[in-house]
């Protein structure tokens, strides 16, 4: 690590090579990206392809540019970005909650296992309108959407990371005399944060789904609006601009968690 | 003087679905006052089971445990127990892992750190306090273990087949290393292993319990001549020889060939 005085010619030598390997690799995926653009934007303009309805770069730009002036640009990204996070953060926290509860009361967890099993195996999806009419078409239903999304598989992974710790660990503090509550806050929960960030990453995914189907049925605003709006008013501009915003959004979003992993579980580094 | 640990007839069944296991019967022995006494015992006859009981961690069926005269209910704050792995916690660095016991105990006031860091200095583990465990290498990381038990000012010493993680060299001297360290601190132990030279090295009294379900077969006197003792002196003790034969055929160790 901090040797790098000391390094030696040929270790100098591989690291160069690493650093060329990854600058490579980067330059290949810029490449597939430029190209793919410049492809879309040739084809529709030779017209070998239908604008109309393939859409085309310069008109996803001018798209944007003019959401931009209207003012609402941000208004749908912010919408849809709030709802994702606030998804897919109480999913994580709830869930891992109710693996806890689940986890502290052996009786429960056995009674509510088959319940589990079946709303796991249900699309939630069909749930959607149901939602609607109890809660009201707006960003509420919208999140409940996202949480009958993501919750039950947080609660399986997160449980499941509970049994899976040594129980020696858990017989360890149990020797310094540790009850219920600090072998869950001793031992469980810091054993288990890869678990609930590798939950937290996989609801990532999900909330996206969710607060897309949920903005489809409620149709107000947001990204999901703009693209089931634009479908129905046949502008394959806007839904074309805004499955691209959605792209990078849920890609910024995805790093988002994969930096807070890197902060969170830096242990055993070296 | 009374003995600091007296098992009293103690017996163990475990129940389950498909029956009932009787792990020990009628276990009788005594512990005095900074004995060290290794327990051996062919594999599955109830050893870690008489450490949990006598540990408080589990009740027994039968019979009872007396510490320093007090019949044992629930895990005793005399007791330090020492498990097979060290199970260091990996998100925990050296001096946050052996600060653990009295953690739970919230007994943590900075008179306890400065004792904590003063016991990392005298055993060579100051400078990697900050450190995650999986930056140490096995003796240092058993060592940390022994720390983490010794902070919470045990009488007596449980070790659970403490060693039996470590490669034979490292084992020798951690032997050596954690006799040393224990005797300094004046402790009672009792030693679980089915290593029996490593029982006898370490050793003033070795008991030895008959397969499942286990029962004290025989308890053999370690009288060796030796300048100073210590488990490596103590390998090439006269004696040495004769009692490990002798636990050997006590043991009755048969190879099954199929
Ligand atoms: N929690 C338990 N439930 C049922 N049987 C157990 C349990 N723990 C240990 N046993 C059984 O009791 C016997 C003694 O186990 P143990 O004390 O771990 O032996 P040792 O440490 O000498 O190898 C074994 O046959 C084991 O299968
Ligand atoms: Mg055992």
């Not at chain 1, 990453?201 to 189907?213: A, D, T």
């Amino acid at each position: 690590m901090s040797n790098s005085l000391r390094l030696s010619p040929e270790h100098k030598a591989f690291l160069h090579q690493v650093r060329l390997g990854q600058i490579r690799i980067r330059l290949t995926q810029l490449l597939i990206l430029v190209t793919a653009f410049a492809l879309w934007e040739f084809l529709a303009d030779a017209k070998i392809v239908d604008p109309f309805i393939t859409s085309q770069p310069s008109r996803v730009l001018k798209t944007i540019i003019s959401l931009y002036e209207q003012g609402v640009l941000f208004y749908h990204i912010g919408i849809t970005c709030l709802e994702t996070v606030v998804g897919f953060l109480l999913g994580t926290v709830l869930g891992t909650l109710i693996a806890i509860i689940l986890w502290w009361s052996e009786f429960l967890s056995k009674v509510l296992e088959p319940y589990l099993v079946i709303l796991n195996s249900l699309p939630k999806i069909a749930l959607g309108p149901v939602f609607i009419v109890w809660i009201g078409a707006g960003p509420a239903a919208i999140i409940v959407m996202t949480l009958a999304i993501s919750l039950i598989v947080t609660v399986l992974e997160v449980v499941n990371g509970f049994w899976a710790i040594d129980q020696e660990k858990i017989k360890l503090v149990q020797t310094f005399g540790a009850g219920k509550f600090q072998i869950l806050t001793k031992v469980l929960l810091p054993a288990s944060l890869p678990t609930i960030i590798n939950a937290l990453k996989i609801n990532v995914g999900l909330s996206w789904v969710g607060v897309i189907v949920g903005e489809f049925l409620v149709s107000k605003a947001g990204l999901g609006y703009l693209i089931v709006y634009g479908g129905q008013v046949f502008k394959l501009d806007l839904v074309m601009t805004s499955v691209i915003i959605l792209g990078v959004a849920a890609f910024v979003m995805y790093q988002g968690v994969v930096l807070l992993e890197m902060l969170l579980v830096r242990r055993k580094a070296h | 003087m009374k003995d600091v640990v007296e098992v009293h007839n103690v017996g163990m069944k475990y129940q389950s679905l498909d029956g009932e296991i009787t792990a020990l019967t009628d276990i009788n022995f005594g512990v005095r006052d900074g004995e060290f006494i290794s327990i051996v015992g062919p594999s599955g006859c109830g050893k870690s089971t008489l450490l949990s009981i006598i540990s408080g961690l589990l009740p027994s069926t039968s019979g009872s445990v007396f510490l320093g005269g007090e019949k044992v209910s629930g895990v005793s704050r005399k007791i330090g127990y020492m498990l097979q792995k060290d199970y260091l916690f990996e998100w925990r660095t050296i001096l946050q892992n052996v600060m653990l016991g009295l953690e739970i105990r919230k007994a943590v006031t900075p008179e306890v750190k400065e004792r904590a860091v003063e016991f990392l200095k005298t055993y060579g583990l100051y400078e990697f306090r900050n450190k995650y465990p999986g930056q140490l290498s096995g003796g240092m990381r058993q060592r940390a273990a022994l720390i983490r038990t010794l902070m919470t000012d045990p009488e007596i010493l449980l070790l659970d087949e403490a060693f039996a993680a470590l490669d034979y060299q490292t084992r020798l001297a951690v032997n050596d290393d954690i006799y040393a360290i224990i005797k300094q601190e004046n402790k009672t132990a009792i030693v679980v292993t089915h290593d029996i030279a490593e029982s006898i090295s370490m050793a003033d009294r070795v008991i030895v319990l008959s397969k499942r379900p286990g029962t004290v077969k025989k308890i053999y006197d370690i009288a060796l001549t030796c300048t100073e003792r210590t488990p490596m002196s103590s390998r090439e003790a006269p004696e040495f020889r004769h009692f490990f034969l002798g636990i050997w055929k006590e043991l009755d160790v048969h190879v099954e060939l199929a």
